[in-house]
């Protein structure tokens, strides 16, 4: 190997460190032992938690909530100015990642077309 490709492992090693000591940092905190609702502070810790690819199992389990709730704070149906509060934050606490993350909120990607209302019947025929 080169020197050249030695040094970019070497960086690789270190980013990839720092990425999983973020992640790890984020995770250590307990969760909650009772069912309480979202609040806006959590909503934002959610989206860095999704900018940084947290698992949504990690997520369930440390705020103690139904998985729909994560999504209903990606999608902007809940907390809808949570999203930009948690960029201004990702921002001052992340700037080697900015360039790195995908900011877009959550997509829902219908299972069947909407114009298929019949289902499965159609087969019988």
């Known amino acids: 190997m080169t020197s050249a490709s030695?040094?970019?492992m070497k960086r690789?090693?270190?980013e990839t460190s720092s990425v999983q000591t973020i992640m790890t940092d984020f995770l250590d905190i307990d969760?909650?032992?009772d069912i309480r609702p979202l609040n806006e502070d959590a909503a934002v810790d959610i989206w860095?938690?999704?900018w940084l690819r947290m698992r949504r199992i990690d997520l369930v389990r440390r705020y103690n909530c139904d998985p729909r709730r994560l999504y209903e704070i990606w999608e902007g149906t809940r907390f809808p100015g949570s999203r930009e509060k948690a960029l201004k934050r990702f921002e001052a606490e992340y700037p080697g990642l900015m360039d790195r993350v995908d900011f877009g909120t959550h997509r829902r990607i219908p299972r069947r077309p909407v114009d298929d209302m019949e289902?499965?019947?159609g087969?019988?025929?």
């Open 12 to 14: 690789f090693r270190s």
């Open 31 to 33: 969760a909650p032992e």
């Open 123 to 125: 087969l019988f025929e």
């Open 119 to 121: 289902g499965q019947l």
């Open 48 to 50: 860095i938690a999704r």
């Open 6 to 8: 030695l040094r970019a």
